[in-house]
């Protein structure tokens, strides 16, 4: 297994453009996530998804879309870049995300955004 | 209060030393939880689970106190290998929501 997987792995933006992150995990996970994380700081949850064809918002949607068409994919679309959006984002899946052991969240290695 | 809040550190803790630090949250409700390691700029991966009864995975020691709202890792015989970002996560019962705290620094000294 691959596990998760993000591309790409670093990507600078000019403000207002947008871009796609693409995350795919092979293991078969219901649930699935998009953190970010500025320096020195914890991770803050984006949006997280269920399963597919349910997303729902997290601590700090604004300023992106998710979608989640197929149980492997999870890309995290940003529309309009702004410097506030400069940050490392992590992906995230887990199975099934509620009690017990099985709540560990596998994470891919992460992209690194710049918005200039 | 934060969901789950950690002292940021840095701890400096000598090779060889024994290093605690705790994690509080703020839902009484809360599930589970469990300690996540990061090293500098790589992703979060799973350290351990956290549970009532507390549990040791070789030279580490998680432990549960839900009449204090806490859980602790204890790291024995530091390694300089041990130095990395701990992240105190507690899974919410309400919703399943997973609540990342921000993490405690932690550098072994030679």
């Known amino acids: 297994n691959a596990g998760v997987t993000q591309t790409p792995k670093f990507r600078i933006l000019k403000i207002g453009q947008s871009m796609t992150l693409q995350c795919t995990q092979d293991?078969?996970?219901?649930?699935m996530y998009w953190y970010r994380q500025d320096p020195g700081m914890g991770l803050k949850l984006i949006y997280y998804?269920?399963?597919?064809?349910?997303?729902d918002k997290g601590e700090v949607p604004n300023g992106y879309n998710v979608s989640r068409s197929t149980t492997e994919d999870f890309p995290l679309r940003l529309e309009l870049a702004a410097p506030s959006q400069t940050s490392v984002y992590f992906c995230?899946?887990?199975?099934?995300?509620?009690?017990?052991?099985?709540?560990?969240?596998?994470f891919g290695p992460g992209t690194r955004l710049t918005v200039l | 209060r934060k969901e789950v809040e950690q002292d940021p550190g840095p701890f400096n803790v000598p090779e060889g030393a024994t290093v605690a630090f705790n994690c509080t949250y703020s839902n009484s409700a809360s599930q589970s939880f469990f300690w996540y390691r990061q090293d500098c700029r790589k992703e979060p991966k799973l350290l351990m689970s956290?549970?009532?009864s507390g549990n040791e995975d070789g030279r580490f020691t998680a432990q549960l106190n839900r009449a204090s709202q806490y859980i602790s890792l204890l790291i024995r015989d530091s390694k300089l290998s041990d130095s990395a970002t701990y992240l105190c996560v507690g899974l919410m019962n309400r919703d399943d929501k997973i609540i990342f705290g921000k993490g405690t620094r932690l550098h072994i000294l030679p």
């Open positions: 293991m078969n996970h219901n649930y």
């Open positions: 956290v549970y009532s």
């Open positions: 995230a899946s887990s199975y099934p995300g509620t009690s017990g052991g099985d709540n560990e969240q596998f």
């Open positions: 998804s269920v399963g597919a064809g349910i997303t």
